[in-house]
């Protein structure tokens, strides 16, 4: 049974970097589409960033130029690498590949 489990996530300062890892169990993830999403309190999933085998696209306007999707399919793991954390960054983030989706973390940011 293929699953995706994330690790990650906590509580960061404003201005502060998270990583979050994403392992698939029981397949390969190199031929996959890769996305993360988010879940603010009190609003809808949102997609946040996409990869491709061989391209990597950031959709959400409030992340370009800070977040980065990446994988290594050696690891069988995608990541999403954030940076210069900002309050609205606060979000439950969801990996996703077709119709898994992982457990879910916990970003909290703090002015």
């Known amino acids: 049974q293929v699953q995706l489990l994330q690790s990650g996530g906590g509580l960061v300062q404003a201005g502060g970097s998270l990583s979050l890892p994403c392992v698939a169990s029981g397949d390969t993830i190199s031929r996959y589409i890769l996305r993360w999403y988010r879940q603010a309190p009190g609003k809808d999933r949102e997609v946040v960033a996409e990869s491709h085998w061989n391209t990597q696209v950031v959709f959400a306007d409030s992340a370009r130029g800070r977040f980065t999707i990446s994988r290594d399919n050696s690891k069988n793991t995608m990541y999403l690498q954030m940076n210069n954390l900002k309050p609205e960054d606060t979000a439950v983030y969801y990996c996703?590949?077709?119709?898994?989706w992982g457990q879910g973390t916990q970003v909290v940011v703090s002015p």
């Open positions: 996703n590949s077709a119709d898994l």
